[in-house]
């Protein structure tokens, strides 16, 4: 399977896309320099001020919105709260991948 399970394509489809979106001048693409280690390759689209449009701000607003006015303040803070402890297990099973 690909790399990243769920897109539905490789790779290398993703990159083809880029590149016709580059020839076509929909796309340029520049280097960034890092504070440490090498540098990033970036593609920018002049012209346009959002690339993608941003439709999921509005809903995750609207749904903690909502999950206040049915669970109220204690229940909000219960939820993120285990939203986080969730977060941070995943984040510390991949990071201390290795160590003693």
């Known amino acids: 399977m690909w790399p990243r399970k769920g897109w539905g394509s490789p790779p290398w489809r993703c990159a083809q896309h880029l590149y016709a979106l580059e020839t076509g001048g929909?796309?340029?693409?520049?280097?960034?320099?890092?504070?440490?280690?090498r540098r990033s390759s970036c593609a920018r689209y002049p012209g346009r001020r959002?690339?993608?449009?941003?439709?999921?701000?509005?809903?995750?607003?609207?749904?903690?919105?909502?999950?206040?006015?049915?669970?109220?303040?204690?229940?909000?803070?219960?939820?993120?709260?285990?939203?986080?402890?969730?977060?941070?297990?995943?984040y510390r099973a991949k990071t201390d991948k290795g160590r003693p």
Do not use: N, W
Request: aromatic residues 6%.
């Open 50 to 90: 959002r690339p993608f449009c941003d439709s999921h701000s509005s809903l995750a607003t609207d749904l903690i919105v909502q999950m206040k006015k049915a669970f109220g303040d204690e229940g909000l803070d219960k939820l993120l709260k285990l939203a986080q402890c969730r977060s941070e297990k995943a």
């Open 26 to 37: 929909d796309a340029v693409y520049a280097e960034e320099a890092r504070p440490r280690g």
